[in-house]
C-alpha cells in the first residue's frame, strides 16, 4: 500500500526590513500586478512623527511610478 500524498506547494517566506511599505498597482478587470512600489518607513512610537515619515515614504514610491507620455 501507498500512503503518500500529491504534489503540494511550499509555503513561501519573504523576510522584509520593518517599516517596509510596498504599493502595489492592480488591473480592476484581471486583477493582475501592473507594478510594485517599495520604500522604508522610518517606525517610531510618536504617531505624528511615523504618519508624516509614512506619506513621505509613500510619496517617493509613487514619485517612481511610469508615466504615461502626455498627448501633444
Known amino acids: 500500500r501507498w500512503w503518500g500524498f500529491g ?6 517566506v519573504t523576510e522584509y526590513t520593518q ?3 510596498i504599493v502595489d ?3 480592476p ?3 493582475e500586478l501592473l507594478w510594485r512600489g517599495q520604500g522604508v518607513a522610518k517606525v517610531s512610537d510618536n504617531e505624528a512623527q511615523y504618519e508624516q515619515d509614512l506619506w513621505k515614504t509613500v510619496t ?3 514619485d ?3 508615466r504615461s507620455p502626455q498627448a501633444s
Open 7 to 12: 504534489p503540494y506547494e511550499q509555503p513561501t
Open 25 to 27: 498597482v492592480i488591473d
Open 64 to 66: 517612481k511610478f511610469p
Open 29 to 31: 478587470n484581471t486583477k
Open 19 to 21: 517599516g517596509t511599505v
Open 60 to 62: 517617493a514610491i509613487l
